[in-house]
């Protein structure tokens, strides 16, 4: 069965250092992925998406991750944090363009000032 | 440009009642999704749509029922309401290969 799996349920970085959220994705040889952030008592907003091509993607606020096929991951990076990037993050697979979208269980990112 | 709104953003029910929510997209988007969102849980697909006048089961659906009867529409239902139905839904929608586009969301309790 199609499955989205986020090993890190929260995460505790210091402001200034680098970051990598994990998602390992179950399904398809080459899926549709996402990575969604949640601010507190919002929607979700995409950060960023990989369909083919470049497995290194670049999103919005300075983030990017990378597809490994080998590895069924798609790892979530930013090089320098910031206190507003506290949040929920959540990694996403649809395994067709008109396919079901499945979500991981997200992970909780803190920042430590 | 509204984009996904749903309606109401806030509801207290009772045990048995029933009630819908209700999405709407303003974006032409052919696929619509509802969502449950619960503590620890990330996001569940209830249900979706792939079009209108079609209807597909999510990872949850038992309880609900959808209706996809305009482009622009999509409604859940829950005909009779449980306690473990308290959740927060959100509903989506995208076009292929966009990703999905989400509303605020329903924050939904059940006494």
């Known amino acids: 069965a199609q499955s989205v799996t986020q090993p890190d349920i929260h995460i505790t970085v210091s402001e200034g250092a680098s970051l990598e959220l994990r998602c390992n994705y179950s399904y398809g040889a080459t899926p549709y992925l996402f990575w969604y952030v949640q601010s507190p008592g919002q929607g979700l907003q995409l950060l960023l998406k990989y369909f083919s091509g470049d497995t290194l993607v670049q999103g919005i606020k300075g983030f990017e991750a990378e597809f490994k096929r080998s590895q069924s991951s798609f790892n979530l990076r930013k090089p320098s944090v910031h206190w507003s990037d506290a949040a929920e993050y959540f990694c996403?697979?649809?395994?067709?363009?008109?396919?079901?979208?499945?979500f991981g269980s997200g992970t909780r990112l803190s920042i430590r000032p | 440009n509204a984009g996904v709104t749903q309606t109401p953003k806030f509801r207290v029910l009772k045990t048995g009642q029933s009630m819908t929510l209700l999405c709407a997209q303003d974006?032409?988007?052919?696929?619509m999704y509802w969502y449950r969102q619960d503590p620890g849980m990330g996001l569940r697909l209830i249900h979706y749509s792939v079009g209108e006048g079609t209807t597909a089961k999510g990872e949850v659906p038992d309880g609900y029922n959808v209706s996809r009867l305009k482009k622009q529409n999509f409604l859940l239902g829950l005909e009779s309401a449980a306690p473990s139905q308290t959740s927060v839904y959100f509903c989506a929608s995208s076009y292929p290969e966009s990703g999905a586009f989400f509303g605020q969301g329903t924050r939904l309790t059940v006494v």
């Open positions: 996403a697979e649809q395994y067709s363009s008109a396919s079901k979208i499945i």
């Open positions: 974006m032409n988007h052919e696929y």
